[in-house]
């Protein structure tokens, strides 16, 4: 064998161990996943996505919201995720296994949100922070998404949905803000990120 | 006098016996190398706005001149385009070119027509336009670096497959028989590179990677992408030039091997440290870990080499400004790769990761080892491509300033901010609103620093124009470094004695 058939063998079979690795294994495993199955209660865990957090995914990759917001648990003596009340456990494989578009991130600069859907339930509070950022402290870092709402006339009745403002952000008499289509998905994503029930393999820590 | 002596060693290349030859070389691939130079830069100019646009966004996110409200330039796009336009429009496309102009040195191989590559540029550039303009529209695939949509990303990988298919032909129908450290380094990274880039997107963009197979086959190809790409085409290009610059052979042909299968060896499994921690399995966390650790001893021996190599000639990198930026990068490399094993242990990371460090780190990698290494390429290939030299010697002096310069405020701030707000966020009495208020001066000074870079890679971008536009006849170059390399000569022997 030449030097340059040995040298070819060699790059292909050593980057080819880290393939197999760390492409090839988890392809293969995490699509073999199941749901688990409580036994006192008969409740499935974790369940499918609603249509409209598949959709507000999207939204959630075109703007960026990835860049400064994690979505995973640590263990707790490996972070102060925990305590942090950011999750009640550590999440696993099995909480990602719906999900078409996992966004684990690599930064903090923004909230963990793995549970956002849990510590708040409110789509008025995702409207406001969306809207107008500053409201939850005025040096916060996060940018405004205006363009995810419309400025429009009351017509009759004012929406539900409608962004209750004050101070300078406020509409002018007789006008509404209320989120576009892809601005309610992407509230509709973020309320469905809850991973709040029990699972065997990831125990609650116990103190 | 020094700094004018970057074309010092111009004309110790003429006067070497091969010159000749080798100039036929550089004839018959000018044009393919100079497309894609030409493209890198650009992409650069363009990257760099939007580094400085999006770093100034994180720092005041309501700031008229952030344009606060415009969807497309909005922090969520800013951030990725700069990315992908400096990875695989600046980084590559230098990359790329300075691979295959040593090659082709390397192989003493000419070309009557060099359509492959010619073709192979312009797919490529279409693919980034494309992929630009998609992320500007936010069609985005929100996965670092991969964030291109698939279409984007199949019209790249036709240009890489052609592109890397003629440089392994070129090594393959080589005039010399013998091959040199920096030929082996190449053939690995046009091979590795093509096959995590196609099986990265398959596995993504179209194989539908179940659940968390997508983050850890994401960070896989991150990691592979720095280290079994953009270092070796590096370190190929200081093998090269560091011997050829200083005139004499590299310290130990053993040592370079051992860099070599070392890289090889565990340059793929590096990825998964920035998901330590994370939901995988924790022996493939386990194993990116250790993979960054033993990595150090592949470089190690590179850096031992380079050391040795160098030894006694290092005021040679005072007076030849390709030198000076290989030699930086090189030093960088090594420093990079002690803090990239640091912040991976387990006890560190969990301070480190999310924050400022972990961002910082990266760009390390890639503004200060990489870059610099390939602009010093840059300076060293480019008048022989043209026959022609670099107009305003003291652009290329100042580029250099401005870049060491702004690299080390992005440094000093981000790190110390980046701890600052590790050891916040690990404290669960601090409000996380809190712990960014604390930042707020250090990103005052990575702004600054950004703005520093910025403008060193637009004279970088404006010296490259003008050698492309303003003709010096060699004759009339020849007497002037002629005169330079007296002047210079005896600076590098008051250096040496002192």
């Excluded at chain 2, 936010?138 to 984007?152: Q, V, Y």
């Excluded at chain 2, 590096?234 to 090269?240: D, F, G, N, V």
């Excluded at chain 2, 299968?261 to 995988?280: E, K, N, S, V």
């Excluded at chain 2, 001066?441 to 702004?447: H, K, M, T, W």
């Amino acid at each position: 064998m030449n030097k340059i058939t040995g040298l070819f063998f060699g790059i292909f079979f050593l980057f080819g161990a880290s393939w197999l690795g760390l492409v090839a294994y988890p392809y293969l495993t995490f699509a073999g996943l199941r749901q688990t199955k409580d036994e006192a209660t008969g409740a499935l865990a974790p369940l499918p996505n609603p249509g409209i957090a598949t959709q507000g995914a999207r939204v959630y990759a075109a703007n960026g919201c990835l860049y400064c917001h994690s979505q995973y648990v640590r263990e707790k003596g490996e972070g102060n995720d925990v305590d942090r009340k950011w999750g009640t456990r550590r999440t696993v494989a099995r909480d990602y296994m719906f999900d078409r578009q996992v966004f684990l991130g690599a930064s903090r600069l923004g909230a963990d949100l793995t549970n956002v859907g849990v510590r708040q339930t409110d789509p008025q509070w995702f409207y406001r922070i969306l809207y107008a950022p500053q409201t939850l402290s005025p040096e916060v870092s996060m940018p405004a998404y205006r363009w995810l709402f419309e400025t429009r006339e009351i017509q009759g009745q004012p929406s539900v949905d409608a962004v209750k403002l004050e101070g300078p952000d406020a509409p002018p008499a007789g006008y509404e803000i209320v989120p576009t289509s892809e601005g309610k998905a992407l509230v509709g994503y973020l309320l469905s990120l809850k991973k709040n029930y029990p699972l065997s393999e990831a125990p609650e820590p116990t103190e | 006098m020094k700094e004018i002596a970057i074309s010092e060693e111009e004309s110790r290349a003429e006067s070497d016996a091969g010159y000749d030859d080798r100039s036929g070389v550089d004839r018959s691939i000018r044009i393919p190398v100079l497309i894609f130079f030409g493209s890198g830069v650009f992409w650069l100019v363009l990257a760099s706005l939007f580094y400085l646009l999006s770093s100034s966004q994180m720092f005041t996110p309501a700031a008229w001149w952030t344009f606060p409200g415009v969807e497309w330039l909005s922090f969520g796009r800013t951030y990725p385009i700069f990315f992908n336009c400096y990875v695989y429009g600046w980084a590559t496309c230098v990359g790329i070119g300075t691979g295959i102009w040593l090659l082709s040195r390397f192989s003493g191989v000419t070309f009557r027509s060099p359509l492959f590559p010619i073709l192979a540029a312009c797919v490529w550039n279409v693919g980034i336009i494309t992929g630009v303009l998609s992320l500007l529209a936010g069609a985005t695939t929100g996965r670092e670096l991969l964030e291109f949509p698939p279409a984007s990303a199949f019209i790249m990988f036709l240009g890489l497959v052609v592109v890397s298919l003629w440089a392994i032909t070129i090594i393959w129908n080589r005039r010399f028989g013998r091959m040199y450290i920096s030929q082996w380094y190449l053939m690995g990274a046009f091979l590795w590179f093509a096959w995590m880039y196609a099986s990265a997107n398959l596995a993504l963009g179209i194989g539908l990677a179940p659940g968390v197979a997508q983050p850890a086959i994401n960070w896989w190809y991150v990691g592979s992408l720095v280290d079994l790409w953009f270092t070796p085409i590096a370190l190929a290009t200081a093998y090269y030039l560091i011997p050829k610059i200083i005139g004499r052979p590299i310290y130990s042909e053993k040592l370079a091997l051992l860099g070599f299968w070392g890289l090889a060896l565990f340059g793929g499994w590096t990825g998964l440290t920035y998901l330590i921690g994370g939901p995988l399995p924790a022996w493939m966390i386990t194993a990116s870990i250790m993979a960054k650790v033993l990595l150090l001893v592949p470089v190690l021996a590179t850096a031992v080499n380079f050391h040795l190599t160098l030894k006694g000639h290092f005021g040679g990198s005072r007076g030849n400004l390709a030198l000076r930026f290989v030699v930086i990068g090189a030093v960088v490399y090594t420093a990079y790769s002690f803090v990239g094993s640091i912040i991976s242990a387990r006890s560190i990371a969990e301070f480190t990761q999310f924050t400022f460090v972990t961002m910082l780190h990266r760009q390390v990698g890639l503004f200060g080892f990489y870059s610099m290494i390939l602009f010093g390429a840059f300076y060293y290939i480019v008048p022989r491509l043209t026959n022609r030299r670099w107009l305003f010697p003291q652009l290329i002096e100042s580029h250099f300033w401005l870049v060491v310069v702004g690299l080390g405020l992005l440094i000093c701030s981000l790190t110390i901010g980046g701890l600052i707000q590790g050891f916040g966020l690990e404290d669960p009495q601090i409000p996380m609103i809190a712990v960014n208020d604390l930042l707020q001066p250090f990103l005052a000074i990575q702004n600054f620093g950004v703005l520093l870079l910025v403008i060193g890679n637009l004279g970088f971008a404006v010296a490259f124009t003008l050698i492309l536009l303003i003709s010096t006849p060699v004759r009339e170059r020849r007497v002037a470094t002629e005169q330079l390399n007296e002047a210079s000569e005896s600076t590098e022997a008051e250096v040496s004695v002192a």
